[in-house]
């Protein structure tokens, strides 16, 4: 598994990458395995009395299961502020709340953009357990495409064009390709932060 940042961003073509320079990207090893472990540890026993579903309120996710969280360890909690740190913009609030966001070895999201009901200029979400391919294409022009492959550890950001004019999907397992490389998936966890939507 490549684990340099330029190894792990793949784009249709060098105007796609100029354009989402700086607005997509990807941090391998953003937390170890053993902070990693902790956090699956703390949300196990939230997410096991959940059953996977198999439909979504807006048919954006099939086979997951998902939660919000608020109250963490100390040592969750402060792991989840340096993704906030690291990601969100400084002076703009943020959901306060943690996304939680549980897919089964079977599960994808499709394409989609986040509400701008609910969500502001950036997502941040944090791997675990399974390495994942993220597809994002234009709305304008689906010809223009990035790919970014998600190890487990690693901390992605989408910003501006990317998270606005861009959709995003987690690709399914038969799909899950990265460069012509197949990236087996398994279960994979994610923690998103968001800033949220600036008032009118």
């Known amino acids: 598994m490549p684990c340099a940042a330029a190894t792990l961003w793949r784009a249709a073509g060098p105007g796609v990458a100029l ?16 902070e990693e472990a902790a956090l699956a540890r703390e949300l196990e026993p939230q997410l096991r009395r959940r059953h996977y579903q198999f439909d979504h309120w807006d048919g954006a996710i099939h086979g ?7 109250h963490w360890s100390a040592e969750c909690q402060q792991i989840l502020e340096r993704v906030r740190a690291a990601a969100l913009p400084p002076n703009i609030p943020h959901l306060g709340p943690v996304h939680v966001l549980d897919l ?13 009901k609910f969500c502001g200029c950036t997502i941040a979400g944090l791997s675990l357990l399974s390495a994942s391919v993220m597809r994002l294409v234009s709305e304008e022009n689906p010809e223009d495409w990035l790919d970014m492959l998600l190890p487990p550890c690693s901390l992605y950001i989408l910003r501006g064009p990317a998270r606005y004019n861009f959709t995003h999907q987690i690709l ?19 923690l998103i932060c968001r800033s949220l939507p600036l008032p009118p």
């Open 64 to 70: 997951f299961r998902e939660t919000e969280k608020s």
């Open 172 to 190: 399914r397992d038969e799909d899950s390709f990265f460069n012509g490389q197949r990236v087996p998936r398994k279960r994979r966890i994610s």
């Open 19 to 34: 354009r989402l320079l700086g607005q997509a990207e990807v941090r391998p090893d953003f937390v170890s395995p053993a």
């Open 104 to 116: 089964d070895k079977n599960g994808y999201i499709k394409p989609h953009v986040d509400s701008v």
